[in-house]
């Protein structure tokens, strides 16, 4: 025992004589040759061990048994000795006084710009990485020392492992201390934008006048207005560590910034939303870095489908890099892995970035990979509730259920909508506790908006070309033109999915010759439009800047949420373009734009129906994934029925009703009897598990879970869609754009599943409308499943959740060129058949039956045509990425709408039954026109007063606000509004007049009945 208390009292004495042996705080940048010297020593050290072992036993003598660690402290001690007289006797001759500059070869420090020396931001997490690592490296050589001593003192057989530890600790601490200071790199600034004074966007007032000068008759509304700075409240009292590390690396550190990693670092499911992705970024990755050091996987997933070569993943890929490059300093710091089903490629990286749809095609959830993963990171919640609701639930279901739920956080990021955390909680099974976080928009200082009607009879380029230019160049490229004459930088299209930006800017750039002098000539534009003009992949990832020149399409259907969402994205100054296509509430977002800046109508979030369909796609993805028991199985179907018994009858029953299959006589369903132990009883029970083969998914009534790869001519992938999303967005001869590039549909390849695309020439946007056909089964109309099925509001509405059988037909669609012009026939009609596009089956969908008692007076017919078609109407600005799954219809509009308004608008009808008014009742069936859940029938359900009172407004608007299209001025001038066309415009549907069985004044009256007083019309009238 002597032995082992003078090695415990050696190794603490050379460990403080190493301590001392250090440079003071804030002179550790000299030591920069310690570290390299260590190792160096350590491996001559060792060397010299194994050439000289059976000297160095003699020479040890009583320490024989213990003769790696005794000559690890000796060969320590030595170093120690020279490490304290070097530094120590240098110090002798150096000045006292700190040296404004490194030395040359201290490659891990700089200077500031105040001549300080400062730890490079790269060397943060390193720093930290080594802190954790030297406890490690001390428990290793502690134990081999406890199991030493196990050996020697008390004669137990254990293995004998090398106990040169010691050596390793010694290289750890060392690089460890060369890399503690007081003083950190801060964040470089923003770069400067190198623009003369005229240039400056202290100039953008100039320029937003002469874009209103330039083009009159395509303005809307121009606003200027100026903001008060002002700084988030700092967080003042630190106690965790990833904050601190930010706070190192030269980030700021608000209330609400210190708030949101707490509630990560206690592992809490968290809703960030209304987010500007560059400011949650730093706090997402401080988290991330330290997980991964802990050896945790980190699954990210998109909305989108993975594909090779796909633009969109490559820079989600990219964005994570840079956010490494920007903490350690190292781009590359954690290799991330795009995931994707069409390639047999094995989990080998710690992030993973993929969608749910992939994820569960390829069946890779057994994969010992997801044993680690304790984190999940939801890219941009709107696009993926819109695009793969349903797939994303039963991923999360599926892995939370398979590695226990408190072991998983999911971090939801999104833009806000409206009712979105209540989403959250029901649509991705996060706990109950899910905290919400929506992020402090701060507008610029200064502000200049223009906003645009896209429609008109001429197009942008007509008044800045010369001469015929076959091509269409877009909106957004042309009204570039000005800022690039300026030299702006930080120009910015946004909203561009789905145009054909691309060929946009290189038409322009092709083009250039035909400038005329005024406003911009071709010897004033220096640079090409390719290279002038910025386009993000993944816009949601846009940086934020000091200043920015934003040129967006309205895609939200609504010009006030897309300023708000756009214009946080600059620091000091913003330009910003809003293009409007023409649209039911455009005119009455831009009359009240100053009201509803302060309070905006934000679109509805999705949400999921509970429903035999629903349970019975759940219970599909699990139980092909793994075995589940008869009380896992039950938790689910418990949902749509409270007194199931029979595991095996009722699941033989639900399948076959959701999805027509027999999983009993196909032989999908596999039953396995086995023994497991119950904790609770202390004994082993038996168990019957279930699960289906992964055969069922090549039955052709699942035909809609299959993917469909929209390919070229040169069988390049465009894009990945789900078959049961595919006529709803794509029918043959339409254009459409793919990565910035027009292509025309060509038609649906049946038998390769792929829908076959051309290159096409740029033309002018066309808006496409489908004439669709809709059939109910009445009698095969499923009962409201439970009491929350239902909602009544006294006397006056009620509104049922059903499933049902319906059948929906494409007949055909419209083209729109210049507005959704019926009247004056300014479209093109292209009929379909079933061989181009096949009727779509629903054998248990979802819709809402809404049901509202009149007063006496009112046409009925001409009221419920009325109201269908607003509601249809505002459902873009309601839904704006998911709207074309929505129909809303009525059998009786057959008997009012007339010629091409037949078509216009979904037919509904009910099997069996005429169409009549019997009644003061205006009936609306809305029905969802998917296999999966996209969780909209379920969110008008919730939230029909929000819808109702929106329209009701709108028409209070429309039939009273005899002011709201004259030009005004708001106080300090601030505020312009252009004198516009009639309010009825866009229902005018391109005729002089409105349409005959349009009864805006009943609807009016039946809507202000049942809603009463509405309080969005009575603030905004304020």
């Known amino acids: 025992m002597e032995n082992i208390l003078f090695i415990i009292l050696s190794f603490i004495a050379i460990y403080i004589v190493l301590v001392l042996g250090n440079q003071r705080s804030g002179r550790r940048y000299r030591q920069y040759w310690v570290p390299i010297f260590a190792f160096l020593y350590a491996f001559a050290a060792l060397y010299f061990y194994y050439e000289k072992t059976t000297e160095i036993g003699h020479l040890l003598g009583a320490f024989r048994a213990y003769i790696e660690i005794v000559y690890s402290l000796i060969a320590i001690g030595i170093f120690a000795i020279f490490k304290i007289t070097f530094n120590e006797g240098g110090n002798i001759f150096r000045s006292k006084k700190v040296p404004t500059k490194a030395p040359r070869f201290s490659f891990a420090y700089t200077e500031d710009k105040h001549e300080n020396v400062v730890l490079r931001r790269a060397f943060v997490f390193p720093e930290l990485y080594l802190h954790y690592l030297r406890w490690w490296a001390l428990i290793i050589f502690l134990l081999v020392l406890i199991m030493a001593m196990l050996a020697v003192e008390f004669q137990l057989k254990l293995p004998k492992l090398p106990a040169f530890g010691a050596f390793s600790l010694l290289v750890v601490l060392e690089m460890f201390w060369y890399l503690q200071h007081p003083i950190v ?33 395509k303005l809307l509304l121009a606003w200027y207005y100026e903001s008060k700075n002002y700084e988030p409240h700092t ?14 690396a030269g980030f700021k550190i608000s209330v609400d910034d210190y708030h949101i990693i707490n509630q990560l670092t206690v592992r809490t499911d968290m809703l960030i939303d209304d987010v500007v992705i560059d400011k949650i970024a730093p706090i997402l990755f401080t988290i991330f870095l330290r997980r991964l050091m802990d050896g945790e996987n980190i699954l990210v997933l998109t909305p989108k489908r993975c ?37 047999d490629v094995e989990l080998n990286a710690r992030i993973i970035v993929s969608s749910a749809d992939d994820i569960l095609e390829k069946n890779v959830v057994k994969h010992h990979w997801f044993e680690n993963l304790r984190t999940i990171l939801l890219l941009n919640g709107v696009e993926i509730f819109s695009e793969s609701l349903t797939s994303n639930n039963i991923l999360l279901n599926i892995l939370k259920n398979k590695y226990s739920a408190s072991n998983i956080q999911s971090i939801v990021l999104s833009d806000y909508c409206e009712a979105l955390q209540d989403s959250v909680e029901r649509n991705l099974n996060v706990r109950q506790n899910l905290s919400e976080q929506r992020q402090k928009r701060i507008p610029p200082k200064q502000s200049y908006t223009l906003f645009w009607k896209l429609e008109d009879r001429d197009f942008f380029q007509h008044r800045v070309l010369s001469g015929h230019i076959e091509k269409y160049l877009g909106a957004e490229a042309v009204l570039s033109l000005l800022a690039r004459r300026e030299r702006f930088e930080n120009i910015e299209l946004v909203g561009q999915e789905a145009l054909p930006y691309n060929e946009y800017l290189e038409e322009l750039d092709n083009s250039v010759n035909a400038l005329r002098s005024e406003p911009v000539a071709p010897h004033q534009l220096k640079r090409k439009a390719v290279k002038d003009v910025g386009v993000s992949e993944v816009t949601f990832l846009l940086e934020d800047k000091e200043d920015t020149f934003i040129l ?17 994205y600059a620091d000091k100054h913003a330009f910003l373009h809003i293009v409007s296509p023409p649209y039911l509430f455009r005119n009455y977002f831009i009359s009240n734009a100053a009201y509803f800046s302060k309070t905006p109508l934000y679109p ?12 019975a796609r759940t219970l599909l993805e699990r139980m092909v994934t793994q075995e589940l028991s008869e009380k896992e199985i039950l938790e689910e179907l418990v949902w749509i029925n409270p007194n199931v018994i029979f595991v095996k009858q009722e699941l033989h029953q639900l399948f076959k009703l959701a999805f027509s299959i027999d999983i009993v006589a196909s032989k999908y369903l596999a039953v396995n009897s086995t023994y497991e132990f119950d904790k609770e009883d202390d004994r082993f029970k038996a168990m019957t598990k279930y699960r289906l083969l992964q055969q069922i998914k090549d039955n052709v009534n699942l035909s809609f879970l299959k993917n469909v790869e929209i390919v070229d001519r ?54 496409y409308r489908p004439d669709l056909s809709v059939t109910l089964y ?55 058949s079933h061989n181009d596009v096949p009727k779509r089956h629903y054998p248990l969908g979802r819709l809402a039956l809404l049901t509202i008692q009149a007063d006496g007076g009112l046409d009925i017919a001409k009221v419920t045509a009325t109201l269908n078609i607003l509601l249809t109407e505002a459902l873009y600005s309601l839904f704006p990425q998911s709207h074309q799954y929505l129909i809303v219809g009525a059998p009786i509009n057959e008997l009012v709408l007339k010629g091409e308004f037949l078509k216009l608008f979904p037919s509904v009808k009910v099997a069996n039954f005429e169409p009549s008014v019997s009644e003061d009742v205006v009936q609306l069936f809305i029905v ?31 039939l009273n606000d005899a002011n709201a299209n004259k030009k005004t001025d708001k106080e300090n001038e601030d505020f312009r509004l252009k004198s516009e066309a009639a309010k009825t415009v866009f229902l005018q549907y391109g005729g002089e007049s409105l349409p005959d069985f349009l009864d805006l004044e009943g609807t009016a009256q039946l809507l202000r009945s049942l809603l009463g007083d509405n309080f969005i019309t009575s603030q905004r009238m304020r």
């Open 928 to 958: 969802e026109d998917t296999h999966q859940d996209l969780g909209l029938v379920q969110s008008i359900f919730d939230k029909w007063d929000y819808l109702f009172r929106i329209v009701d407004d709108y028409l209070y608007w429309l």
């Open 714 to 767: 040169a069988n390049n992938i465009l894009k990945i869609i789900s078959y049961d999303l595919l006529f709803q967005n794509y029918l043959p001869q339409q254009i459409h754009a793919f990565n910035g590039k027009p292509y025309r549909i060509r038609g649906y390849d049946r038998l390769n599943n792929k829908l076959t695309a051309d290159y096409a020439a740029s033309q002018g946007t066309i808006a």
């Open 552 to 568: 967006a399409r309205d895609t939200d259907f609504n010009p006030i949420t897309t300023l708000k969402k756009w214009e946080s």
């Open 185 to 217: 790199e801060k964040q470089a600034d923003a770069p400067i934008r190198k623009t003369t004074p005229e240039k400056s966007p202290d100039n953008y007032h100039a320029l937003w006048e002469e874009y209103q000068e330039v083009w009159p008759e």
């Open 604 to 615: 509805l979030s999705a949400k999921m129906m509970i429903s035999r369909f629903g349970v």
């Open 778 to 832: 009445h009698e095969q109309m499923e009962k409201p499943l439970t009491e929350s099925h239902k909602k009544k509001l006294d006397s006056k509405l009620s509104i049922d959740l059903h499933e049902g059988r319906f059948d929906i037909e494409t007949k055909g669609y419209f083209s729109f060129k210049k507005g959704i012009h019926i009247q004056n026939k300014n479209y093109t009609y292209t009929p379909l």
């Open 307 to 343: 594909y090779e070569n796909s633009s969109y993943h490559a820079a989600v890929v990219e964005w994570i890099h840079e956010w490494f490059y920007k903490l350690t300093g190292n781009r590359e710091f954690w290799k991330v892995q795009i995931f994707s089903k069409l390639k």
């Open 235 to 248: 967080a003042t009292s630190i106690q965790i560590i990833e904050a601190q590390n930010l706070i190192n």
